[in-house]
């Protein structure tokens, strides 16, 4: 009898745990509870999923730099930030289940895609013979966009990223991003732009409250961009990244997607761009997306990218990230600037995920490599109050995997080009 009565406290204890989260100290405890469960199953995942590297130590030159995947580095820092997120959740902008799914993980930054338009043509974004694009109709227009912007951030969502496409074509960019710049409980509003047309609508979109931005370069050679992009362009991205300098945009951050016997080359030579300007370069693992003819001979690894920029630069030192930051980030004596590494195909980063997307056409996906996807522009457009999309976001947030297949998986699974989900 005393055996059984045991089993059925335990049983109730578990329940308690797993229901609707209503206050932020409900949340710190669950938190809690999940990030011990994760040092049980985070080595089993990572071996499963084919990441059986993930824990080993670099010697470089006279120090060491630790490289672990973020399931092993939120150990140490996922109980804190659990509580910073309960204190820091203001009764104008509660934390709401919506945003959270089965494994514990509180999603704050939304990104949302403006368009699938684009005026390049990037190798590793766009299929050589082009996409179909979804009709204007059929995209979500600016009162949409700002609807379900709010929706998010009233839930807790404190950090939306501006996406395409090329998010800076789209007309009503200015008028967007002084809504949601104004929306209350937001506290950054970003933008990822290729960099072409950005000089010259910086300084307004400054003004409508943009904080931070991420241009697109891949390399430095302008006859190689050309190539890479299938368009010209590269003294306006250069001139973009100064004039974003110049507006004191720090740092200004430079995504550069490696890809082998490209520009794998240039690599030492994008690190030297943070010598003396405030630039975040940040080395992207090639990804597979559909049609963008992916191959694994053609990924260069992190492991090899960090071996060059260790030759090139000995003082390269760790930063400590936050347990939901997606790359990892490194200083260099006497550089203004910094580097940084985003390794979604060899060490995953899915215990720290903190983002959901927003596509253009109005579906809804919570992981960049997942197919799945749900409509909240057709509920929408139907009449569905605030609370049945509540639901359907939920329902979505809580189908989220705990961590997206090995690359080889990905490369086999039918999804969407990258134009079409947003960078």
């Not at 578990?14 to 985070?42: A, E, I, N």
């Not at 139907?382 to 049945?388: K, L, N, V």
Request: proline residues 4%.
């Amino acid at each position: 009898m005393l055996r059984k009565k045991k089993r059925k406290k335990s049983a109730v204890f578990t329940l308690s745990l797993f229901s609707p989260l209503r206050t932020t100290k409900t949340l710190f405890v669950y938190q809690k509870f999940v990030l011990t469960m994760r040092r049980c199953y985070s080595k089993f995942t990572a071996y499963h999923l084919g990441f059986k590297n993930s824990n080993f130590l670099l010697q470089v030159g006279s120090g060491s730099v630790t490289r672990r995947t973020i399931a092993t580095t939120s150990e140490r820092s996922f109980s804190n930030y659990a509580a910073q997120v309960g204190q820091s959740q203001t009764k104008d902008n509660t934390v709401s289940d919506m945003l959270i799914d089965s494994f514990g993980r509180l999603h704050t930054y939304l990104r949302i895609s403006l368009t699938e338009r684009c005026n390049l043509r990037c190798q590793y974004c766009m299929p050589s013979e082009g996409v179909e694009l979804t009709p204007n109709s059929d995209l979500l227009s600016q009162s949409e966009i700002v609807r379900l912007a709010g929706l998010f951030v009233s839930a807790g969502v404190n950090k939306i990223r501006l996406t395409g496409g090329e998010p800076t074509v789209r007309k009503d960019i200015e008028e967007i991003c002084m809504q949601l710049s104004s929306l209350k409980g937001l506290k950054n509003l970003a933008i990822t732009t290729n960099g072409i047309t950005l000089a010259r609508k910086l300084p307004k979109l400054q003004e409508c409250g943009l904080d931070s931005l991420n241009i697109s370069l891949d390399t430095l050679v302008p006859a190689k961009f050309e190539f890479l992009t299938r368009r010209k362009g590269h003294d306006r991205v250069m001139k973009s990244i100064d004039t974003a300098i110049e507006l004191g945009y720090n740092p200004v951050k430079v995504n550069c997607v490696l890809m082998r016997g490209l520009n794998d080359d240039e690599i030492c030579d994008f690190v030297d761009l943070t010598r003396d300007k405030p630039i975040n370069v940040r080395f992207i693992e090639f990804m597979p997306f559909d049609g963008n003819v992916w191959n694994v001979k053609k990924l260069v690894p992190y492991a090899e990218v960090m071996d060059k920029v260790v030759k090139g630069f000995p003082s390269i030192k760790r930063m400590q990230d936050h347990p939901t930051e997606t790359a990892k980030n490194f200083t260099i004596d006497g550089h203004c600037g910094s580097v940084s590494f985003i390794t979604s195909m060899t060490e995953h980063f899915c215990a720290g995920c903190n983002r959901l997307r927003l596509l253009a056409d109005g579906n809804f996906k919570v992981c960049l490599f997942g197919p799945s996807e749900v409509s909240l522009r057709d509920p929408l457009r139907s009449g569905a109050d605030d609370e049945a999309l509540r639901e359907i976001i939920g329902a979505a947030v809580k189908r989220k995997k705990a961590a997206h297949a090995g690359m080889l998986d990905i490369a086999k699974t039918a999804n969407r080009p990258m134009i079409h989900i947003g960078g």
